[in-house]
């Protein structure tokens, strides 16, 4: 039972912060992240990258994507106000939140942003009057299947529902702009791509018959992290060059339905961001106890958990490190997080879910919880059951020391 062959290759930058690191952080490795969005831009030449704030809303992190030439996904005024404070124009920054009330349009309208978001007749005309003459994008419902987090039902509306927002909007003054969709949060599948390509067609054609003619589609965030283990601890394998050629065959098809110039925008989260991040945490106590059902089970309990680092934890594994047992004897166990609250813990079933653990860790030694740098810092408690936020530390790019955040 040894996963360590498995591991993926940690960056240098990334291992030597979690080597030097004597407490619990968590590191963002910036050199990677610039990696990752010149990658993506190389699949995907052209495409408006503005990436999606809540996924990593750390100051140094925005800086970097923004002078990369990145924009910004913004879900209200705050994170608009973060956005800006990066010194990227308010131009490449959208109010991607269909849902918005008319003090956070009014806000975002007085921070100079001019595009946004929508999915109903209200909010088209609170934005009318908000933030008049605005550019506004409808958001497509999508079936979310294939994802880990569907993301469906709660925002997009129906085909039928988006040509008459957009002729709404062009009645209230409002520029109708464009449509946008989500595939869903950690996106497995090519085909959910290729089913939100052929809504948008149909839509794009319907619009044009309607004399609605849009300038941009926004192809939302769901690009995979790659790093994570499902909730039984097998790897995810997300096809991603085949999710690449669907996607270059979809602008296609869309440009040629068009007849015209059209742009296209992604909003990538956790795909620039999770493996670019990695907390050291350390273990609390590795334990056996007899269930009430008679079996025996082990459970190892960390420092950091679904309330401090680890939100998404009730979805998926992150793959652990233990670095100060580098050939050990395993036992299986259930993985869990420190408060008092059962779930702060790894999936798990009857005998499902078990990690392999070293039979030999003791309490204070350090773990290291890869591809973690997704949706960690956004999710923080302030301090569940006394356990204070992850504080992080983010690796300058040009360098390979460490400057400390927070
Ligand atoms: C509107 C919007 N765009 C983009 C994203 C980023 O998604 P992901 O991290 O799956 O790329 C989200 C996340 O939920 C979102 O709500």
Redesign the pocket.
């Known amino acids: 039972m040894n996963r360590q062959a498995e591991l993926p290759s940690l960056a240098p930058a990334l291992r030597s912060a979690l080597t030097a690191s004597t407490d619990d952080r968590i590191f963002y490795d910036l050199a990677g992240i610039a990696r990752r969005y010149t990658a993506l831009l190389d699949e995907l030449p052209g495409v408006d990258v503005r990436f999606?704030m809540?996924?990593c809303p750390v100051d140094e992190v925005l800086a970097h994507l923004a002078a990369l030439g990145a924009g910004f996904?913004a879900a209200g005024p705050h994170e608009i106000a973060q956005a800006l404070r990066t010194g990227v124009p308010a131009s490449r920054v959208h109010y991607?939140n269909t849902v918005k009330s008319d003090r956070g349009i009014a806000e975002a309208y007085r921070l100079g942003i001019r595009e946004f978001a929508t999915d109903s007749l209200p909010d088209v005309t609170a934005i009318a009057e908000h933030a008049p003459g605005s550019r506004v994008f409808c958001r497509l419902a999508t079936s979310g299947e294939g994802a880990l987090w569907g993301?469906s039902r709660k925002f997009g509306c129906s085909a039928a529902d988006a040509v008459q927002v957009l002729t709404a909007a062009r009645k209230a003054g409002l520029t109708p702009a464009g449509l946008s969709v989500?595939v869903g949060?950690?996106q497995l599948t090519a085909k959910a791509w290729t089913v939100a390509f052929e809504l948008l067609g149909d839509v794009l054609v319907d619009l044009e018959r309607h004399g609605i003619r849009l300038d941009h589609i926004n192809l939302?965030?769901?690009?995979p992290a790659l790093g994570y283990l499902d909730r039984h601890g097998t790897a995810l394998d997300p096809p991603l060059d085949e999710i690449f050629q669907v996607m270059r065959q979809g602008l296609g098809h869309l440009r040629h339905l068009h007849g015209g110039e059209l742009d296209f925008v992604l909003?990538?989260?956790?795909?620039l961001v999770a493996e670019q991040g990695a907390i050291r945490a350390h273990v609390y106590r590795l334990t056996s106890r007899q269930q009430p059902d008679g079996e025996r089970e082990h459970w190892l309990y960390l420092s950091c958990g679904k309330f401090n680092g680890l939100y998404e934890m009730d979805q998926l594994q992150y793959r652990l490190v233990f670095p100060t047992h580098p050939d050990p004897q395993y036992v299986p166990a259930v993985v869990a997080g420190p408060t008092c609250d059962s779930d702060d813990a790894f999936p798990h079933g009857h005998t499902t879910g078990r990690v392999p653990v070293p039979r030999a860790v003791a309490s204070g030694d350090p773990v290291w919880i890869l591809s973690s740098g997704?949706y960690a810092v956004s999710y923080l408690t302030q301090g569940f059951n006394g356990f204070d936020p992850l504080p992080y530390t983010v690796l300058p790019a040009d360098a390979r020391l460490p400057s400390p955040c927070r």
Do not use: I
């Open positions: 999606a809540k996924a996904d991607g993301l989500h949060s950690q939302g965030g769901g690009l909003e990538p989260g956790r795909h997704a």
